[in-house]
């Protein structure tokens, strides 16, 4: 559950309204793209962003206007500095941003927005899928972490995952899961076997994005056996393996920043379709 869930669903069970300011579409270069969001409370405690600069404060002052007229609308900021009407920031273009009132004894239309999320199912418990889970979770993706090892699949090493699953083996690696559009599937676990039993069955789902980790050698000898089971090329040139941007990364973490770094930029291109 990303972070702008926790404190909405926080804030409807205190009972208090809030403010949802959410970037709809963008013309041109803008700070911020659609779907980054800001929440404000009435005290004008603020969490998430906009755009900062002038746009972020054009904004601010909008929602908390909404806490007077109480009613949601769409707002139009020109940013282009040679615009009289502009915002006089240098990125330019054009954002169009929604002002939501959240009435905490109505919000439906809150749980609707915010409940759709992008779950990360992180195979494999070890090093990278430590280091990778507190990432993702940073950056607003739903984490669940599985594997077959209760002495690394559990809440003392994953204390603020979402969900954390042993299951008997990978080779029925989706006991009791489903996947969706909105399912980010992330492989890294002990050994090319686990991998290849995981693949094998992501390749039949439903999902938004797969990574597996592994060099070059040993993504050409899975994709082979794949074949070999009637997997075709097509299928395997959907998988981003070896996994995340490169960027020469080589420890756990470095390798968990660049996994982080191609999901948010599969996201992105996810949310403009």
Known sequence: MSKIVYIGKDLIEKGEDFVIAKVVDTQGSTPRKKGAWLLMQKDGTRNGTV???????EVEKAALQAFQTKESKIYHYRLTPKDQQGLDMRCGGDADISIEYIDAKHPDSFIADFDVQSTACIFGAGHVGKALEPILRYVNFATKVIDDRPDFANRER????????VIDSFLDAYQGME??????IIIVTRGHSADYDVLKQTLTRTNAYIGMIGSKAKVAQLYKMLREDGF??????????PIGLSIDAETPEEIAVSIAAEMIKIRAEHGKR
Do not use: C, I, M, R
């Open 51 to 57: 755009g900062g600069g002038k746009l972020e404060a």
């Open 158 to 165: 994953f204390p603020d995952a979402d969900d954390v699953v």
């Open 232 to 241: 075709a090329q097509e299928e395997l040139d959907k998988v981003h393996s």
């Open 179 to 184: 996947t969706d559009e909105n399912s980010y």
